[in-house]
């Protein structure tokens, strides 16, 4: 079975604190994604990557930045987190970029105060 | 751009039958389904790759219509674990190797 898991499930921050959100998929997988998730909006992509140390911007880049070091570890941070970027966030991975299965890692529930 | 679900929520008695279609403004390479239920991640159900496809999963199942660049999603005789919120996620042609995801559907069965 794969399994990608997410470093936290639920975390509180302060506005202007630095943020890091990990994400780890153990099934070799090229690709990973990092979504955000808000009523009403649905799966919003905020960055992807295909290979290690390749990184796409998504839709809703903004704010965000992203690492992957090593193949199996996709990490976000919130270089300066504001209340706006409360959400859920989605980490997902695939073993085709374009045509493949995501398989979804649990969430992080993320409150800026 | 996202794509386009309607309806964004239905409810409906067991053994039911509802569709949801989702449309897009772009030519579409690909549609992919997921089913999200309350609390837990996005779980995929099929990929349609041609125009014209239809793929069939238990008693969910989908198209996809190329020329008119939507897809529907039939679930028959509708089951109480059918609940949960459905998202549709289109890949454009000439586009970039990700998903655009649409604002999803909520669908409940009631028994």
């Known amino acids: 079975d794969v399994k990608v898991t997410q470093s936290s499930r639920y975390l509180v921050k302060r506005t202007g604190e630095k943020v890091f959100l990990e994400c780890v998929q153990d099934?070799?997988?090229?690709?990973m994604f990092w979504y955000r998730q808000d009523p009403g909006l649905g799966l919003r992509l905020i960055y992807f990557?295909?290979?290690?140390?390749?990184?796409e911007k998504g839709d809703i880049p903004e704010g965000y930045s992203v690492s992957r070091e090593k193949k199996e570890r996709f990490s976000l941070i919130l270089e300066s987190a504001s209340t706006n970027q409360t959400s859920m966030y989605l980490c997902?991975?695939?073993?085709?970029?374009?045509?493949?299965?995501?398989?979804f890692g649990p969430g992080t529930r993320l409150t800026v105060t | 751009q996202q794509p386009v679900q309607s309806p964004q929520a239905v409810i409906l008695r067991e053994g039911e039958d509802a569709v949801i279609n989702c449309s897009s403004s772009?030519?579409?390479?690909?549609v992919h389904w997921y089913r999200q239920k309350h609390g837990e991640a996005p779980v995929f159900l099929m990929i349609l790759l041609k125009g014209g496809e239809q793929k069939g999963h238990d008693k969910i199942s989908a198209s996809f219509n190329e020329k008119k660049q939507q897809s529907s999603l039939y679930l028959t005789a509708s089951q109480l674990s059918y609940s949960g919120t459905y998202f549709c996620?289109?890949?454009?042609?000439?586009?970039?190797?990700?998903?655009?995801f649409g604002s999803g559907t909520r669908l409940q069965v009631q028994p």
């Open positions: 099934m070799d997988h090229e690709n």
């Open positions: 997902a991975s695939s073993l085709f970029a374009d045509s493949g299965e995501q398989y």
């Open positions: 996620g289109t890949e454009i042609k000439t586009g970039r190797r990700a998903l655009t």
């Open positions: 772009k030519a579409l390479y690909s």
């Open positions: 990557s295909y290979d290690v140390k390749m990184k």
